[in-house]
């Protein structure tokens, strides 16, 4: 292949093993935490010390599991979703959005909609399940409507559900009794998803999800449901080919992704803000580093119930750096970033093998 | 006299593969050596070292009497070696002027003063390009001329054409075979790379053999002959009798009435086609790509719109559904195999079932039985002696001809009533279009009406029993195959009246 003048030289590579994808991608994460460190070097802290603070902050404290295990369900439930759609190239990262306008459904049924107590939780998370997929559905209509492309779609669209979380507290559903803040009144003791003692892990969304990954694996592989899904994704010329109504399968998938993204908008409401709250106070970004969830899970939805912990921990971690070290809270960010830009970059080295000399 | 070029013993090794083993070969002024190998013989392989793209890792390479090093086009350039491409890399909103200027051109508009060079070279030889016309207004033949000439301008004297002929009409080969005689007789030496024989016979003063990434024999043009080239590439002797007892025709299958529809972009590409096509016949259809092929397979595979006009399967309107029409046995074998035929990242076992996964024993209630899938794909694997290391081998990892059988053993599993062949064995090697031509005559005997869309007038007139010819959406004929000659198919591929 090319020759970079340098003694280096790439040659395609048929089929990247297992061991190799594997192999690369901690290579990836590896070189992240190395550039990482560099900037905790530039605030003037010893890198090894951080990561060993971030490891026994989390890893080794009861405490500090809980954090990833919370940090973990919304990257989870959307990690799955986003797995999905990016495996049929329908690049959704309006996740963020659909997490928003989950929420601000299954908050409207809250305050709003008088329920019996037992029917007023499954109620909401329908309700938030079907706001982030008509959010995400709008997009997936557009591409196939007017060819508008879904990443620009769904990127504006995190805009718009962002202004109207601010709108509605602000303005109509303003709390009562909030006083000077901005947020909605507090959802009564059975609008809330319960959590394990003493923390806020709301187990069953936590649940939902391990399931809803299985099942989603389950249906990638194994029906013949997902063989469309794959043959939508991996080959669009094969499925006009095939006579497979590609815009159907596409708007499934919206719907799937979507609705993923709003059920972790529901468990971070009545899981535990309990209240509608500002959108950066009510996701942190979940959406976006879901990105990296779904990345790294190549494909597979089950394998989100590894990489979700893996960016709860980042997250977790970031947190504690903010507490105990007096960093930035944006420095999680760049832990994303840099994670993210290394697993892009380390993509060439699953296709090509590089040689070095003659 | 010496040679110009030698290559001594050169090795190239891939992970699994040694594409080059020991080739040695000179190539002498004035002279034009082919080199003829199937796919995956290392024809590109080596080409590839000559043109500083790969390095060998054993052997030498001699130029004009001294060994050199070629770590790079440029290298290659500057030792007068030039590459013509297989496909034109060519700037296609550039005029040919600022195309060839690339490079060579001085730094402040640099296509100026190269047009009269550009002209002077192109007559001496017998070129015809205008220099100032944008590069996406020619014709691929026209492409090619830019870039022998591109060749030529940075001082070339061996030129390396590689499968120059696979994009070209037989008139447009022609005139290419006079320019390389011209080259020849400047003293050039050329290399010419291909796998039609016809053509090394017409051109060549000495061919070169490669087989799996050996040299299998060199012989002068006297000694060649098709059988014994063919022979050589293979391995073992080929039959060119393929030409097939026309049966008598069974009753109609397909019947398309002044069918008109429209390209992609929107523009007339059929304009007013009728044929019928009949049970146990094969309709060869010719013309140069994109005077309306595609498109009316397309309207036969469900996958286009009619604009006016009636197409009949068996009597009934068409469906316009792929997957209706599949069922009524209509087979589909795509022009691109990659792109359309299969999903390169599923395995074998998934790709032999893309038509049917839906149904039993694939599957019951929405639910794959995989194990059903290794069963059906093991009894076609062996039917139709696809090469593959597993069952759950990705098909991009096949060659070729195993992706084309893969298809072809999906397509025509049962007997189908119709079969929409185009350039079934496009890049094949010899001995995979020997299997694929045997797969079509032998369902045709069984049977079906094959629709044969091909650019390889071999292919078509020794298949066919019928030949049409479209240009520019209408179509000529179908004329019975006795009654046409290569020349008047030629004539009417480029509008002309024969």
């Not at chain 1, 190239?89 to 305050?111: K, M, P, S, T």
């Not at chain 2, 020991?22 to 995956?40: D, I, Q, R």
């Not at chain 2, 013309?287 to 092929?293: L, P, S």
Request: proline share 5%.
């Amino acid at each position: 292949m090319d020759d970079w003048g340098c003694g280096v030289r790439l040659e395609p590579l048929a089929n990247a093993s297992p061991g190799r994808v594997l192999g690369v991608t901690l290579a990836a994460l590896g070189l992240a935490f190395v550039l990482v460190g560099a900037v905790f070097v530039a605030y003037g802290q010893n890198p090894l010390e951080v990561y060993r603070l971030m490891l026994s902050g989390t890893l080794l404290d009861a405490k500090g599991w809980q954090e990833i295990l919370r940090r973990s369900i919304p990257l989870l439930l959307i990690g799955v979703g986003l797995t999905l759609a990016f495996r049929t190239q329908f690049y959704n990262i309006g996740a963020e959005g659909q997490l928003l306008l989950g929420a601000v459904l299954a908050a409207g049924v809250a305050l709003f909609l008088p329920l019996p107590a037992p029917l007023s939780l499954p109620a909401m998370a329908l309700a938030g399940a079907l706001g982030g997929a008509l959010w995400c559905g709008l997009a997936a209509w557009l591409r196939l409507r007017f060819s508008v492309n879904e990443i620009l779609s769904t990127l504006m669209l995190n805009y718009v559900a962002q202004s109207l979380v601010i709108f509605l507290i602000n303005g109509p559903w303003r709390g009562k009794d909030v006083r000077g803040y901005i947020y909605s009144d507090r959802f009564a003791e059975y609008q809330q998803i319960p959590v394990w003692a003493g923390s806020s892990v709301h187990w069953p969304t936590l649940l939902l999800g391990v399931l809803l990954a299985l099942v989603l694996q389950f249906v990638l592989f194994r029906t013949t449901l997902g063989f469309r899904m794959r043959i939508v994704g991996e080959n669009p010329g094969a499925a006009r080919y095939l006579g497979i109504a590609q815009g159907r399968v596409l708007l499934l998938l919206a719907l799937i992704t979507g609705g993923m993204a709003g059920l972790a908008g529901v468990g971070e409401i009545a899981g535990i803000h309990h209240r509608l709250i500002e959108p950066s106070q009510l996701s942190s970004g979940y959406g976006f580093t879901a990105i990296i969830v779904a990345w790294l899970a190549r494909g597979h939805p089950a394998l989100v119930l590894l990489t979700a912990p893996l960016m709860g921990l980042v997250l977790a971690g970031g947190d504690l750096l903010k507490v105990s070290l007096n960093m930035p809270f944006r420095i999680v960010d760049i832990f994303s970033g840099v994670i993210l830009f290394c697993l892009i970059g380390s993509e060439l080295f699953l296709r090509y093998r590089v040689r070095w000399g003659r | 006299m010496s040679a110009l070029l030698e290559l001594k013993n050169i090795t190239k090794r891939f992970p699994g593969v040694v594409a080059n083993d020991k080739v040695s070969l000179e190539v002498y002024p004035g002279e034009v050596l082919a080199l003829l190998g199937e796919n995956g013989a290392g024809k590109s392989t080596l080409v590839s070292i000559l043109y500083g793209l790969y390095r060998p890792d054993e052997g030498e390479i001699w130029v004009e009497g001294r060994p050199v090093r070629i770590a790079s086009p440029m290298d290659a350039l500057r030792l007068g070696i030039g590459l013509v491409p297989q496909h034109p890399t060519l700037v296609g909103r550039h005029t040919v002027a600022e195309n060839l200027a690339l490079g060579i051109g001085s730094p402040l508009w640099p296509a100026q003063r190269i047009g009269p060079l550009v002209e002077r070279i192109a007559q001496g030889y017998g070129l015809q390009i205008d220099p100032r016309a944008p590069v996406f207004q020619l014709s691929p033949g026209e492409k090619q001329r830019v870039e022998i000439v591109r060749a030529l301008l940075r001082g070339a004297k061996v030129l390396i054409l590689d499968e120059p002929t696979s994009v070209l009409t037989p008139q447009e080969a022609e005139a290419l075979f006079r320019v390389m005689r011209e080259l020849r007789a400047a003293g050039k030496s050329l290399i010419f790379i291909s796998h039609k024989l016809e053509e090394v016979l017409s051109i060549a003063d000495r061919c070169t053999v490669l087989r799996r990434g050996r040299v299998v024999g060199s012989l002068l043009r006297e000694e060649a002959s098709k059988p014994r080239l063919a022979e050589l590439m293979v391995g073992r002797s080929v039959s060119f009798e393929r030409k097939r007892q026309s049966a008598a025709l069974g009753e109609v299958v397909l019947e398309v009435d002044g069918l008109r529809a429209r390209s992609s972009r929107n523009l007339p590409a059929l304009q007013g086609v009728s044929f019928r096509l009949h049970r146990g016949e094969i309709l060869g259809l010719a013309g140069v790509a994109g005077n309306g092929q595609s498109e009316l397979v397309e309207v036969l595979a469900g996958l286009r719109s009619i604009e006016a006009g009636a197409v009949r399967l068996l009597g009934q309107p068409l469906p316009p559904s792929p997957a209706r029409l599949f069922d009524l046995g209509v087979a589909h074998i795509p022009e691109d195999r990659i792109q359309m035929g299969t999903v390169p990242s599923m395995n074998v076992a998934e790709n032999l079932a893309l038509r049917t996964f839906d149904r039993p024993p694939w599957a019951r209630g929405g639910l794959l039985n995989p194990r059903a899938f290794e069963e059906e794909a093991r009894r076609q694997v062996q039917a139709y002696a696809i090469a593959t290391p597993s069952l759950r081998t990705p098909s991009r990892l096949l060659s070729g001809g195993n992706i084309q059988k893969v298809i072809l053993a999906r397509e025509l599993a049962g007997q189908p009533q119709l079969i929409l062949a185009v350039h079934p064995t496009y890049g094949l090697d010899i001995g995979a279009t020997e299997q694929v031509h045997r797969v079509l005559l032998e369902k045709t005997q069984q049977g079906s009406a094959v629709l044969l869309v091909s650019e390889d007038l071999e292919e078509l007139l020794s298949l066919s029993d019928r030949i049409g010819v479209l240009y520019r959406g209408a179509l000529q004929g179908p004329f019975a195959v006795e009654e046409v000659s290569r020349e008047a198919i030629g004539l009417w591929m480029t509008g002309g009246v024969a």
